[in-house]
């Protein structure tokens, strides 16, 4: 299937080469932001006349009369464009027909299901996203990541690719080894019972406790590593001793063939300092509690993952590489530890293995490439992490591309910005941490009061279920609508809004389409082009239809570029112009059965592509508001 902008720059290039011109040129088409201009307008005469010799300027003069010559080039069908202008400094603008505009809507009316080319048919790809630390708080960092991770998953699976959701998590290192020693302490001198029995006791409780006992036991421990000097030495030695548990785990569950050898890190003061048996079980039990903790989120936000990868398995897998990219020279031994030296790519020298011989988060990341392959081959791996980390990633994927280089080649590392609320920074140290769990709440505990103060919540069948929806979609467009390289400053007031740019709006706006479909039978939103003949389109409807036949293309768009904001952009647009429609032109009481007709056409269409863009941002759809 051609789409308009196909088809115009094809004419473009046509044109071009009609005047002579032979050089491949990228043809960039852009919405003007007034219609006046057209639908379409593109620079590509300034471009062209920015590449001409002198003498060759001197015969087209100006860019303008460049674009005029190119125009006089393009003939574009009538059925497709009205008219094609030239305008100053050299723009070519395009409007497009009436019956071109009325066509793309009976395209969305009659085959809702195709209106996406599947540009991606048979592409395999993983994402991974979302990636919160056992036996740590899911912040609003992580709930984050999850919501532009799975909006770009539905992307993807929206122009055809076969998508596996990823989430690679942190059961071993240092955080996990200040948890383990926090949880201790918080039993022995707090709760004054063995681990096994404050363990089980704790298991009865609800998961909201046991949350927090982990949260407070991380707190514990990282301030002990920070001020006390005895805790910082005993929490080194826990941590070479999880390896160990974990690497041990795996083999007993998975029946796992090490690849590290942890036992010759394990000093005798080390082995005689800890209950290996009771660490185990800490480690055990709180890791299942994170884990299950985190698998409720998912559940509340409406998404689920393919597959799991911790740490420890990667770290063993990236051992195995490094070695590997030691013995072939693309790392170096330095002071006692591994190193890949990034200045030869202009970039910095990262440590993969330490000094005392244990793997690096570079090293557990590059070994998570190959794990993910194994699960399945894929054609594009996707790694959605805060962009604090963008340095990071740019050593790791130059190693990558040396050791794996079938892999490196076919990863690429997204870097989002971080979310600021007016309490300020977040600090999982200190406990000062805004979750997750408590944006979701309280958005929704606010949602249930703006409704009950409009009198609202008495009107819809299940209020909390509203509520939770639309205080959900507050949040999730509120990420998504700045670009996903920019912090985020969320505030309540302007994401619960009904009124301008946010979430609740937008699915005010489809309820509002959903509540005048509801009125009529299927029969009398039945479209038929020749009936529109005798119709006068008001502005209001043109407008409507202008925005309509995007919507494809912003698709296409914000999948290429990982970019769902252009979504909520071009949804904010829509409903706009709906709503103007809806105010100023009477829909059910239009003055003949032919306006009707179309007027409830145009309504169902808009209902369908507000529907079909709030789910490629993962925003319920509501029937009632």
Known sequence: MTYINQELTRLIKEALLALGFKDEVEVLLEHPADTIHGDYATNVAMVMFGRLGSEQKQKFKNPRKLAEKIVAQLHPPATLVATTTAADPGFINFTL??????????????????????????????????????????????????????????????????????NYFGDVGMHVAKSIWGMREKIFHEREESVAQ??????????????????????????????????????????????????????????????????????????????????????????????????????????????????????????????????????????????YEGEKHGLHTRVFINSAGLPTYETKELGLAPAKYEDGKYDTSIIITGNEIDEYFQVLLAAMKEVKP????????????????????????????????WLLEEAAKRITWVLK????????????????????????????????????????????????????????????CRSVLRKVSDSDVIFNIKDVKNIDLSTEEIDLLRNLYQYSEVVIQAMTARTPHLVCTYLYQLAQAFNLFYTKQSILQAETAEQKQFRLALTKAVAEVLGQGLGLLNIALVEQM
């Not at 996406?116 to 790809?125: A, R």
């Not at 998975?254 to 290996?276: F, H, M, R, S, V």
């Not at 690429?412 to 200190?430: D, W, Y």
């Not at 998504?480 to 740019?501: P, T, V």
Request: glycine share 10%.
């Open 198 to 339: 404050a363990l089980e006791d704790l298991g009865d409780h609800p998961m909201a406790e046991r949350v927090k006992f982990l949260g407070e036991s991380y707190t514990m421990g990282a301030t002990a590593f920070k001020d006390n000097d005895k805790a910082k030495a005993q929490i080194g030695q826990l941590n070479k001793l999880l390896y160990q548990i974990a690497q041990d785990m795996m083999v007993e569950e998975k029946g796992w063939q090490p690849i590290a050898d942890y036992k010759q890190y394990l000093d005798e003061e080390t082995q005689k300092n800890w209950d290996y048996a009771e660490i185990k079980q800490l480690y055990q039990t709180g890791k299942a509690w994170s884990l299950a903790y985190f698998d409720t989120i998912y559940e509340r936000v409406g998404m689920s993952f393919d597959n799991y990868y911790p740490e420890s398995a990667a770290a063993e897998y990236g051992l195995e590489a490094v070695r590997q990219g030691l013995k072939a020279g693309v790392f170096t031994k330095s002071q006692g530890a591994v190193v």
């Open 97 to 166: 027909s009436e019956h071109f505009l009325l066509g793309e809507l009976n395209r969305l009316l009659t085959k809702s299901d195709q209106l996406v080319p599947q540009i991606n048919q048979g592409k395999k790809v993983v994402v991974e996203f979302t990636d919160p630390n056992p036996f740590k708080q899911f912040h609003i960092g992580h709930l984050y990541s999850n919501i532009v991770g799975e909006s770009i998953c539905r992307l993807l699976e929206a122009t055809g690719a076969q998508v596996r959701r990823a």
């Open 406 to 437: 079938e892999l490196g080649e076919k990863t690429e590392h997204i870097g989002h910005g971080m979310v600021r609320l007016p309490s300020g920074k977040m600090s999982s140290r200190t406990g000062e941490i805004i979750t997750g769990q």
């Open 453 to 512: 103060e409009a009198k609202k919540g008495f009107l819809v069948e299940n209020p909390d279920l509203i509520a939770e929806q639309v205080g959900q979609a507050a949040i999730k467009y509120t990420f998504l609508r700045s670009g996903i390289g920019k912090d985020i400053a969320f505030d309540f007031n302007e994401s619960l809004s009904f009124q301008g740019n946010s979430g609740p709006y937008l699915q005010y706006t489809y309820v509002r």
